[in-house]
């Protein structure tokens, strides 16, 4: 378990490991149950929907400003969201 | 009226219940929000809506209902939850869940104000990608095979979790919302600040996501599982009121799109479910059932 924790990018400390891993395998093991239907032949449903694709006019819309969405940021500096230093 | 903390209301703290997204201000109005006017207040459900929420709000509600939570409380409190065919009512400013299942849905005391207000809310918007057609199936489908309640639930968790796992994957610290203290560059920004921002259930929705779409389990579980929802779709058949009856947890009408109405019966929870966009069927059968 612990390498999809690393891709879900989590470092979780022991007890909360322990209980995401048992109750995580516990899942995938009831999941072989899905191995009993036959679907052969039966392709993926991915959307609900019965459309393919929607095309629309390519048009400019106003977006929001870049100050109001700078407002969440938890750091920015100059107009630009803020991160750790990740080169030295 | 209230609308859930997923819904975003300008201005206003919008945290779908994670701490995740603590700090995070709306910076515009969902369209059910704009559609709706200044006439709403704000209600914590659980994070993501992955868990069962303390209580549920004295008034009608606008909420997203994935896992039949706020169904089963519902019918155990004697209100009724609304749940329209999905791409009826506009998801822009919805924070997602599962997005091929998210919808919001209408928790009322009066099913038939709650129809009404469906209406005002079911307006097409093509800021939802969601709402441009969804139509009816045009012959009578090739397969009809019964797939169980269990399997369905197990369908739902395999396919669910794999899309709140991708949807929760914006959740690190950089643009907004919640950011751990002291990260020492970008891996530990993001590891840092999801692990101590998710809550555990959503922790575990992300970890069993990351498993059923890693190469070793997607042919097997989450395509599968794909194949068996169509299955599921394929597989309902309508009585002669036009109308499919399950308990209030049953994740069909979820899985396939369709409307349903839930309430308590004689002591007892019940869902019914309609076909697409035949929401009045809902209303009628419980009309009938008085």
Known sequence: ?88 | MYVEESIMQKGLPATAGSKSLEGFIAPFDATVVTLLGDKTGRFKLGEFGLSKPKQLPDGTLLCNDVFGHIRRMAAENGMFYIRPTYGTVSRYGLIPTASSMDQIGILCKDPNEGFALLEQIAVADAKDGAMAGNTLPKEEPPRKRDISEEIQELVLTVLAYAEISNNISRYDGVKFGFRAAGCTGLESLYTKTRTEGLGLEAKLAAVTGCAVLSQEHYETIYVKAMKIRRLIKESVRFDKAEIVKVTPGSPLAVLCGLPSLTFSHKGEGIQLIANVSNEKALLSEWEAMQ
Do not use: C
């Open chain 1, 1 to 88: 378990m612990k390498k999809y924790e690393a891709m879900a990018k989590l470092d979780l400390p022991e007890k909360e490991h322990q209980w995401v891993s048992e109750q995580a395998e516990m899942l995938l093991t009831s999941f072989s149950a899905l191995e009993s239907i036959d679907t052969e032949g039966v392709e993926p449903l991915v959307s609900v929907l019965g459309i393919q694709n929607v095309f629309r006019e390519d048009v400019a819309v106003k977006s929001i400003a870049r100050e109001d969405l700078l407002a969440n940021a938890p750091e920015q500096a100059d107009g630009y969201f803020q991160v750790p230093r990740t080169l030295e």
